[in-house]
């Protein structure tokens, strides 16, 4: 019985990538709901993640709440007003 829990937990792990690719995907799709043209997806997410240096720089932890998260995105959108639609 120990062994099919063991399995399972295997199973139900998420990788670091898996976690990765899921987290860029959830970013393209907050900067789309912030008003980031579809095309431009991939652009604004490289400029969001530049950007995080920019608005904090060595400051900056690692862990972002939902303050500075939405900081960082204005900052891109002030930056490269182009990224988003009018």
């Given at each position: 019985?120990?062994?099919?829990?063991?399995?399972?937990q295997h199973e139900?792990?998420?990788?670091?990538e898996e976690m990765s690719a899921v987290l860029q995907e959830m970013l393209r799709a907050a900067l789309y709901f912030?008003?980031?043209k579809k095309s431009?997806?991939?652009d604004a997410a490289d400029l969001y993640l530049d950007?995080?240096?920019d608005v904090f720089?060595?400051?900056e932890d690692g862990m972002l709440g939902i303050e500075e998260i939405i900081k960082v995105v204005e900052h891109v959108k002030k930056e490269n007003p182009e990224l988003f639609a009018k």
């Open positions: 019985m120990a062994k099919n829990n063991q399995n399972t139900d792990d998420v990788t670091l912030a008003g980031v431009s997806l991939d950007a995080i240096d720089g060595e400051e």
